[in-house]
C-alpha cells in the first residue's frame, strides 16, 4: 500500500530524511574546516623559520645524479631531493654561478690557460668564493683536417 503524501507516516519519513541530509552536511562542512586549520598550522609552523641552510647535494650512489640535501633551521630538520649533473667535476660546486671573462692566454711555463669568474648567484644560500679563478691545459692550435681527399677522386685512379 503507497503512503499518501499527506498521511502523517510520509511526512514523519520527510522530516527524518530532511533532518539526515542537513546533518550530512553540518558534518561534511565541520570536517573539511578541521583539516584546513591543521593544514595551516603545519604551514605556520614551516613559515616561522626564514633563515633555512641548506647542505650540499649528496648523490645516493656514485658522485652524481639523483640524491638529497639536507636542510636546518633552528632545530626543524628537512630532507630535499636535488640532483648532481654528471659532467660537473668542478672545485667551487653545482650550487655557485659564475660569470666568466675570456680564457687567458697560454702560460708556456706552466703550460695552462687561466680565467676568473665572478659569482653571479648562489643557490640555497650555498657558502661561495665572490671571485674565482679556474685553469686548463693549453691546446696546441692545430687546424682539423677536413677531408684529405678532394672531391671527384673518390673511385676511379686513372
Known amino acids: 500500500?503507497?503512503?499518501c503524501p499527506t498521511s502523517p507516516s510520509a511526512t514523519r519519513m520527510r522530516s527524518v530524511f530532511s533532518t539526515t541530509i542537513v546533518l550530512l552536511v553540518a558534518l561534511t562542512i565541520t570536517a573539511?574546516?578541521?583539516k584546513r586549520?591543521?593544514?595551516?598550522?603545519e604551514a605556520k609552523a614551516e613559515s616561522e623559520c626564514s633563515d633555512w641552510k641548506f647542505g650540499k647535494c649528496v648523490p645516493n650512489s656514485?658522485?652524481?645524479?639523483?640524491g638529497v640535501r639536507e636542510a636546518t633551521c633552528n632545530e626543524q630538520s628537512k630532507k630535499h631531493k636535488c640532483k648532481v649533473p654528471c659532467n660537473w667535476k668542478k672545485d667551487f660546486g653545482a650550487d655557485c654561478k659564475y660569470k666568466f671573462g675570456r680564457w687567458a692566454e697560454c702560460d708556456t711555463a706552466k703550460g695552462?690557460?687561466?680565467r676568473s669568474g665572478t659569482l653571479?648567484?648562489?643557490l640555497f644560500n650555498a657558502d661561495c668564493q665572490t671571485t674565482i679563478k679556474v685553469s686548463k691545459p693549453c691546446t696546441p692550435k692545430t687546424p682539423k683536417a677536413k677531408g684529405s681527399e678532394k672531391k671527384g677522386k673518390k673511385g676511379k685512379e686513372n
Open 112 to 114: 695552462t690557460r687561466s
Open 120 to 122: 653571479k648567484k648562489a
Open 37 to 41: 586549520k591543521e593544514k595551516g598550522k
Open 1 to 3: 500500500m503507497p503512503l
Open 32 to 34: 573539511e574546516a578541521i
Open 62 to 66: 656514485g658522485d652524481c645524479g639523483v
